[in-house]
């Protein structure tokens, strides 16, 4: 809906215009972080570390302005909702670029290792998918299109499944020889950041559908992640 304040509906438009902005910085760079790794590129890992700044800098940016709108302008209903949501999907956002720029963190780690190149397939599938979930949510989220939202948050099984599969791999490797503990364990926390990415952009999805629908899903999350090992789901360097 068009509002009878012209400054009120083009702070709402700003508020878009940034959150696309972000998400676009999001997608480049997952896709820096995960190519630095698999090209054991310490260059490109650098810059895609870097580039988390901008991202922080746009979420703050987003957070000033929903806040000063719900000052000034009172929203309610629809608009209250989206502003919430723009804020809810921003802190999703936010959350993936440290998760990608951890994943940048540990190609610097293992960039001098040699590795066979079949270690690497599984998180090149991962990575995809995570990378095409979060295109996709981001573009339901432009769009308003519920029914896309909920094809993203239905195929988080996909990569909770090609997860699982990798971390049978890795430690199949670190068992058969000890000399590749280090470089697995690298991988499995990149493999565990690439899981997680997957949970937010569920997360976006779920608040995309609270967004279009005025009502939370209430099907339980559909979730494959059948490991549970405490290191793994807890890494010490994913805030940083």
Known sequence: MEHTVKSYEAELVQLDQKLSQMGGLVERLLGDAFASLERRDPRLASEAIAADQAIDSLQKEIEELAISMIARRQPMAGDLRLIVSTLKV??????????????????LAVASE???????????????LAM??????????MTRDDEKALKVWRADTDIDALYNSVFRELLTYMMEDPRNIGLCTHLLF???????????????????????????LVDDRPKGDKTS??????????RN
């Open 90 to 107: 921003a802190g999703d956002l936010e959350r993936i670029g440290d998760l990608a720029k951890n994943i940048a963190k540990r190609s």
């Open 114 to 128: 040699s590795r066979p190149q079949s270690l690497i397939l599984g998180l090149r599938h991962m990575a995809e």
């Open 132 to 141: 095409r979930s979060l295109k996709n949510v981001l573009d339901a989220y």
């Open 190 to 216: 990149g493999a565990k950041n690439i899981e997680r990415i997957g949970d937010h952009a569920t997360n976006i999805a779920e608040t995309i559908h609270y967004m279009v629908r005025g009502k939370p």
């Open 229 to 238: 090992v405490t290191l793994i789901d807890n890494d010490p360097g994913e």
